[in-house]
Protein backbone atom coordinates (compact mmCIF):
# COMPACT_ATOMS: atom_id res chain seq x y z
CA UNK A 1 0.00 0.00 0.00
CA UNK A 2 3.04 2.73 0.57
CA UNK A 3 4.35 1.75 -2.31
CA UNK A 4 1.03 3.27 -4.48
CA UNK A 5 0.86 5.64 -2.12
CA UNK A 6 3.88 7.04 -3.32
CA UNK A 7 3.41 6.73 -7.01
CA UNK A 8 0.10 8.69 -6.18
CA UNK A 9 2.12 10.87 -4.31
CA UNK A 10 4.90 11.16 -7.07
CA UNK A 11 1.77 11.42 -9.73
CA UNK A 12 0.39 14.32 -8.07
CA UNK A 13 3.36 16.48 -7.75
CA UNK A 14 4.51 15.96 -11.38
CA UNK A 15 4.02 18.33 -13.97
CA UNK A 16 3.00 17.25 -17.60
CA UNK A 17 5.68 16.35 -19.81
CA UNK A 18 5.33 18.28 -22.88
CA UNK A 19 7.96 16.71 -25.31
CA UNK A 20 5.97 14.24 -26.31
CA UNK A 21 2.41 13.97 -27.99
CA UNK A 22 -0.05 13.58 -25.06
CA UNK A 23 -1.62 10.46 -24.87
CA UNK A 24 -5.57 11.02 -23.96
CA UNK A 25 -4.50 9.80 -20.63
CA UNK A 26 -1.99 12.59 -20.15
CA UNK A 27 -4.46 15.36 -20.80
CA UNK A 28 -5.44 15.10 -17.50
CA UNK A 29 -3.60 17.47 -15.04
CA UNK A 30 -3.45 16.64 -11.05
CA UNK A 31 -2.78 18.52 -8.29
CA UNK A 32 -3.17 18.63 -4.45
CA UNK A 33 -6.73 20.36 -5.10
CA UNK A 34 -8.34 20.02 -8.53
CA UNK A 35 -8.55 17.69 -11.15
CA UNK A 36 -8.50 19.38 -14.80
CA UNK A 37 -10.44 17.83 -17.93
CA UNK A 38 -7.87 19.08 -20.07
CA UNK A 39 -4.59 20.34 -20.04
CA UNK A 40 -3.20 22.65 -22.66
CA UNK A 41 0.33 22.37 -23.80
CA UNK A 42 2.63 24.55 -22.08
CA UNK A 43 4.30 25.95 -25.17
CA UNK A 44 1.05 27.31 -26.08
CA UNK A 45 -0.42 30.82 -24.83
CA UNK A 46 -3.77 29.70 -23.06
CA UNK A 47 -6.15 31.61 -21.03
CA UNK A 48 -7.11 30.62 -18.06
CA UNK A 49 -10.04 30.52 -15.27
CA UNK A 50 -9.04 34.20 -13.09
CA UNK A 51 -10.41 32.00 -9.79
CA UNK A 52 -9.24 28.44 -10.18
CA UNK A 53 -6.37 28.54 -12.84
CA UNK A 54 -8.47 25.96 -14.53
CA UNK A 55 -6.74 26.21 -18.82
CA UNK A 56 -10.10 27.35 -20.78
CA UNK A 57 -8.67 28.24 -24.29
CA UNK A 58 -5.87 28.10 -26.30
CA UNK A 59 -5.12 31.55 -27.97
CA UNK A 60 -5.08 29.92 -30.98
CA UNK A 61 -9.14 29.42 -30.78
CA UNK A 62 -9.21 33.39 -30.02
CA UNK A 63 -11.87 34.90 -33.19
CA UNK A 64 -12.17 37.89 -31.91
CA UNK A 65 -11.44 40.78 -28.88
CA UNK A 66 -14.59 42.86 -29.97
CA UNK A 67 -17.11 41.32 -27.98
CA UNK A 68 -19.27 43.02 -24.45
CA UNK A 69 -20.20 40.77 -21.97
CA UNK A 70 -22.55 41.41 -19.14
CA UNK A 71 -19.79 42.29 -16.85
CA UNK A 72 -17.71 44.08 -19.35
CA UNK A 73 -15.73 43.39 -21.93
CA UNK A 74 -15.61 40.01 -23.70
CA UNK A 75 -13.82 37.37 -26.10
CA UNK A 76 -15.12 34.92 -28.23
CA UNK A 77 -13.46 31.48 -29.55
CA UNK A 78 -14.08 29.10 -31.47
CA UNK A 79 -13.39 26.42 -28.96
CA UNK A 80 -12.82 25.87 -25.02
CA UNK A 81 -12.07 23.36 -22.54
CA UNK A 82 -13.28 22.64 -18.48
CA UNK A 83 -16.45 24.36 -19.44
CA UNK A 84 -19.61 22.94 -19.14
CA UNK A 85 -22.70 24.45 -20.51
CA UNK A 86 -26.42 25.16 -19.11
CA UNK A 87 -29.68 25.37 -20.88
CA UNK A 88 -30.06 27.11 -23.66
CA UNK A 89 -32.52 30.12 -23.49
CA UNK A 90 -33.55 32.85 -25.52
CA UNK A 91 -31.83 36.82 -25.21
CA UNK A 92 -31.93 39.70 -26.76
CA UNK A 93 -28.27 40.81 -27.15
CA UNK A 94 -26.71 43.67 -28.86
CA UNK A 95 -26.73 42.33 -32.22
CA UNK A 96 -30.16 40.96 -32.02
CA UNK A 97 -32.03 37.91 -31.05
CA UNK A 98 -29.83 34.87 -30.10
CA UNK A 99 -30.37 31.18 -28.19
CA UNK A 100 -27.73 30.77 -25.89
CA UNK A 101 -26.56 28.24 -23.21
CA UNK A 102 -24.31 30.05 -20.16
CA UNK A 103 -20.99 28.19 -19.94
CA UNK A 104 -19.15 27.81 -16.50
CA UNK A 105 -15.78 26.47 -15.60
CA UNK A 106 -15.78 23.02 -14.79
CA UNK A 107 -13.79 23.15 -11.64
CA UNK A 108 -14.79 26.09 -9.81
CA UNK A 109 -18.03 26.33 -11.15
CA UNK A 110 -18.43 30.04 -12.04
CA UNK A 111 -20.56 31.32 -15.00
CA UNK A 112 -17.87 32.72 -17.60
CA UNK A 113 -19.83 33.73 -20.56
CA UNK A 114 -22.26 32.03 -22.82
CA UNK A 115 -22.24 29.69 -25.87
CA UNK A 116 -24.12 30.55 -29.13
CA UNK A 117 -26.66 28.10 -29.98
CA UNK A 118 -28.15 29.54 -32.78
CA UNK A 119 -29.03 33.29 -34.17
CA UNK A 120 -31.61 34.19 -35.52
CA UNK A 121 -30.64 37.21 -38.13
CA UNK A 122 -28.43 35.40 -41.00
CA UNK A 123 -25.51 37.99 -40.61
CA UNK A 124 -24.79 36.83 -36.84
CA UNK A 125 -24.73 33.16 -38.02
CA UNK A 126 -21.06 32.69 -38.15
CA UNK A 127 -21.44 32.87 -34.01
CA UNK A 128 -23.62 29.64 -33.46
CA UNK A 129 -21.38 27.09 -32.04
CA UNK A 130 -18.63 29.89 -30.64
CA UNK A 131 -18.14 30.88 -26.89
CA UNK A 132 -17.96 34.05 -25.37
CA UNK A 133 -15.63 34.18 -22.16
CA UNK A 134 -15.92 37.29 -20.12
CA UNK A 135 -12.37 39.02 -19.57
CA UNK A 136 -13.49 39.62 -15.93
CA UNK A 137 -13.11 35.81 -15.63
CA UNK A 138 -10.08 35.11 -17.20
CA UNK A 139 -6.07 35.52 -17.16
CA UNK A 140 -3.39 34.98 -19.86
CA UNK A 141 -1.08 31.78 -18.68
CA UNK A 142 2.20 30.80 -20.48
CA UNK A 143 4.44 32.51 -22.66
CA UNK A 144 2.90 35.94 -22.87
CA UNK A 145 5.25 38.43 -22.59
Not at 40 to 59: D, E, G, Q
Not at 119 to 139: N, V, W
Request: aromatic share 10%; glycine share 6%.
Amino acid sequence: MGGLLLFLSNRINASPDTSEEPCPTDMVKMTKSKTFQAYLPSCHRTYSCIHCRAHLANHDELISKSFQGSQGRAYLFNSVVNVGCGPAEERVLLTGLHAVADIYCENCKTTLGWKYEHAFESSQKYKEGKFIIELAHMIKDNGWE
